[in-house]
């Protein structure tokens, strides 16, 4: 069983701080392309940050310079560091990656069940 677990949420002021953390844990052979994505009230899923096997990066307009996303191979875990937190952050956040399965060696689409990020005074 293949599982993504995050952790990290909770409500913080504006110009705040959080990390968010991804576990990737069971069976796997390999975690390739890997990114976290917000959903607000209302609103569609829309893309945060992402980052490849390779380190190639891309980030939406709205966080760059102030949310940087790392990866820990070794500890399959996939970070979002979020800094200078503004009220529009407020959105449940999910984990995404791309799964190679030991046991089929075939890759997949996987998701977290994500996590609330309230940013408020």
């Known amino acids: 069983q293949v599982q993504l677990v995050e952790s990290g949420g909770g409500l913080v002021q504006p110009g705040g701080s959080l990390t968010l953390s991804c576990v990737v844990s069971?069976?796997?052979?390999?975690?390739?392309?890997v990114g976290w994505y917000r959903q607000a009230p209302g609103k569609q899923r829309e893309l945060v940050a992402t980052?490849?096997?390779?380190?190639?990066?891309n980030y939406a307009d709205s966080v760059k310079g102030r949310f940087t996303i790392s990866r820990d191979n070794a500890k399959n875990t996939i970070y979002l560091q979020m800094n200078s937190l503004k009220p529009e952050d407020t959105a449940v956040y999910y984990c995404n990656a791309e799964i190679n399965f030991s046991s089929t060696r075939i890759t997949y689409n996987m998701w977290g069940q994500g996590t609330q990020v309230t940013v408020s005074s």
């Open positions: 069971g069976s796997i052979f390999s975690i390739n392309d």
């Open positions: 980052t490849t096997s390779g380190d190639m990066k």
